[in-house]
């Protein structure tokens, strides 16, 4: 929960960090897959230790889930010794992965969801105790990058593509099509 998860999302605390439980630190974001392959381990990253990882565009609708939200330690951090920090995405990942890493974040990225108007630079609190991931950044600010948002991309005009977009359903909803829901039928 929080001002990124206001409807909620998933930390797997046995596979995570207990240091990082209470953490802040500057976002890291990826604005999609082809951002972080592009980027994540660029010697020229600025990213440090501290910071948080956020990969936005990773959801149901804005990529079909993937198992991509264990987002790897960028290369120059590795090879450091960094073993785990702080990520964020509407993504999934492997259950047999490990990491401080929040998943499932709802409502994802691309259907407006505060994740995707994080900006790298911003800062990121998570609070397991609290069971909280939180951008410090006004409302007013939050509101107003909300607004600047391009407009979704229009579903397709046909076929399975159509139908996947018109009815599948966020992370906290199990990523179900509106149609299978028992109050749908």
């Known amino acids: 929960f929080g001002n990124i998860a206001p409807n909620g999302s998933i930390l797997k605390c046995a596979a995570a960090d207990e240091r990082l439980f209470e953490h802040e630190g500057r976002a890291v974001v990826f604005t999609d897959l082809n951002d972080l392959a592009t980027r994540i381990d660029d010697p020229l990253l600025d990213v440090r230790a501290d910071d948080v990882l956020v990969l936005q565009n990773a959801g149901p609708v804005g990529a079909g889930m993937p198992e991509?939200?264990?987002l790897p330690i960028p290369a120059k951090l590795a090879r450091a010794g960094l073993k785990d920090m702080v990520r964020i995405s509407d993504a999934r990942m492997s259950g047999t992965a490990f990491g401080t890493v929040i998943l499932h974040v709802s409502p994802e990225s691309a259907v407006g969801g505060p994740l995707?108007?994080?900006?790298?630079?911003?800062k990121i609190r998570l609070s397991v105790k609290e069971r909280r991931v939180d951008a410090l950044v006004s409302d007013e600010d939050l509101a107003r990058r909300?607004?600047?948002l391009p407009p979704p991309k229009p579903a397709p005009s046909r076929g399975y593509a159509r139908l996947y977009a018109q009815s599948v359903l966020g992370a906290e909803f199990g990523c179900d099509f509106d149609f299978l829901r028992p109050s749908a039928r």
């Not at 995707?116 to 911003?122: C, E, K, L, W």
């Open 116 to 122: 995707g108007v994080v900006r790298t630079g911003d």
């Open 68 to 70: 991509a939200g264990y």
């Open 146 to 148: 909300r607004q600047q």
